[in-house]
């Protein structure tokens, strides 16, 4: 028996100790995806400085390119998200068929909302309305984008607020929201969702117009089922309890996709996983347990969710700093997969402070490498594939491209 099997033996007796199914455990692992994003790939940077990096993608088909390394090196990430107008093409039908003929799909169509001068003090929030009328024309020229490249996400961040006290009227700029997401869902084919995403400052530092969950719910809300919302994990002020925010959004039905990253002060988007692995575990703890409710209006939005990746790598090697953060990704689900719910809820209701707290706790200290070695090797996948990529050759044919492309 090799050292590994070994571990995965171990491991099981572990879990049969605990009541939990390895076997189904590692069959749901198996059906994680996760959507990366074609600006991970690009250069970016902060405000002081974008370092520029060799052989980084020149244009969106070369983004897929480097899309499909990551997903032919963890059989995880089937799909990659665009934003418009970064991943403007003449002819987006093209780009899909390039993506499907490297065994990928375009996911989430981002619009960008935030680089055009007019949209300075404002997009669809702005006082003048032929600026609200221009960006709402962008948000539907995207939804036909969706249509042209097969896509069932729209998703939305809005960047619009204001700097200071008195600059613009809060009140008004929230319905000039509500209008414009009106006729944007209207736009939306059935199986389409409009995902919004919330953000409580930057680049506006007084007052953000979708600031948190609640006034992106209320939007979803007031739009109709085809409006969710969409966590982004570097979005809160420090100490928010983001899994709170994850099972509220569940039970309401409303939880439609993630934006991973991490984030130590602010939304500095870094790799997932990287600083607070604990809450990425609880995340996945509260989705977990929630595909399995009994109220299936909960249990399918826990299994409809989109996972997307949100990082800007400014000074990461990128397809390094991608395959990283999805193996970060795959190990807390993975934690969470071994959660023995039977053990936690006859804990709960015996009021065991302490021993439920251990449930989770436990599942979380839990060696999960064996799962993850072995449904790679059951996908015929490299067991390390940060190292696979390396030993590809690709980092030395890519350099060709030179000193080419920005991500923004
Ligand atoms: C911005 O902070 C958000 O996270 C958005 O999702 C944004 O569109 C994305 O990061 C690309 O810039
Ligand atoms: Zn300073
Ligand atoms: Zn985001
Ligand atoms: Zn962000």
Same mark, same amino acid.
């Given at each position: ?6 571990? @995965?033996?171990? $491991?099981?007796?572990?879990? %049969?100790?605990? +009541?939990?199914?390895?076997? #189904?455990?590692?069959?749901? &692992? ?61 002819? @987006?039908?093209? $780009?899909?068929?390039?993506? %499907?003929?490297? +065994?990928?799909?375009?996911? #989430?169509?981002?619009?960008? &909302? ?295």
């Amino acid at each position: 028996m090799s050292r590994m099997d070994q571990a @995965y033996a171990l $491991l099981e007796a572990e879990c %049969r100790d605990r +009541g939990v199914d390895l076997d #189904a455990a590692c069959r749901r &692992l198996a059906a994680l995806e996760v959507e990366t994003p074609s600006w991970g790939y690009g250069d970016s940077g902060t405000r002081f400085k974008v370092f520029r990096q060799r052989g980084v993608p020149r244009n969106p088909f070369e983004k897929i390119d480097d899309a499909a390394v990551v997903h032919r090196l963890t059989g995880a990430c089937p799909s990659v998200a665009i934003h418009i107008p970064w991943d403007k093409v003449d002819d @987006y039908r093209a $780009l899909a068929d390039h993506a %499907r003929n490297q +065994g990928l799909r375009i996911g #989430a169509v981002n619009p960008n &909302l935030f680089q055009d001068d007019d949209y300075m003090l404002g997009s669809l929030t702005n006082v003048q309305p032929e600026i609200r009328r221009k960006a709402i024309r962008h948000m539907l020229e995207c939804v036909d984008i969706m249509r042209e490249v097969d896509s069932s996400v729209l998703s939305l961040w809005v960047p619009d607020g204001t700097n200071y006290p008195g600059q613009g009227d809060i009140r008004r700029r929230k319905r000039w929201l509500e209008e414009a997401l009106r006729e944007v869902y209207a736009a939306l084919e059935p199986g389409m969702r409009l995902l919004i995403e919330y953000k409580f400052f930057e680049p506006a530092f007084y007052h953000t117009d979708l600031a948190d969950w609640g006034m992106a719910y209320l939007a979803a809300e007031k739009l109709g089922p085809q409006a969710q919302v969409l966590v982004d994990t570097g979005h809160h002020p420090q100490g928010t309890n983001v899994e709170h925010i994850v099972a509220l959004l569940l039970d309401e039905g409303r939880l439609g996709g993630f934006h991973f990253n991490s984030r130590k002060y602010a939304d500095d988007d870094l790799i997932v996983g990287a600083i607070h692995p604990y809450e990425l575990f609880l995340i996945f703890c509260q989705i977990l347990e929630a595909e399995q409710s009994d109220d299936e209006r909960v249990a399918s939005t826990a299994r409809s969710i989109a996972y997307m990746i949100d990082q800007s790598h400014a000074i990461e090697p990128k397809i390094p700093a991608m395959i990283r953060s999805v193996c970060n990704i795959q190990t807390q689900f993975a934690k969470a997969l071994l959660v023995p719910w039977h053990l936690l809820r006859e804990r709960q209701e015996a009021n065991d402070v302490l021993g439920a707290e251990a449930v989770l706790r436990e599942a979380f200290e839990m060696d999960v490498r064996p799962m993850l070695y072995r449904l790679r090797e059951e996908k015929g996948l490299p067991a390390d594939p940060i190292k696979a990529f390396y030993e590809s050759g690709y980092e030395e044919k890519i350099s060709e491209r030179g000193f080419g492309g920005s991500g923004w």
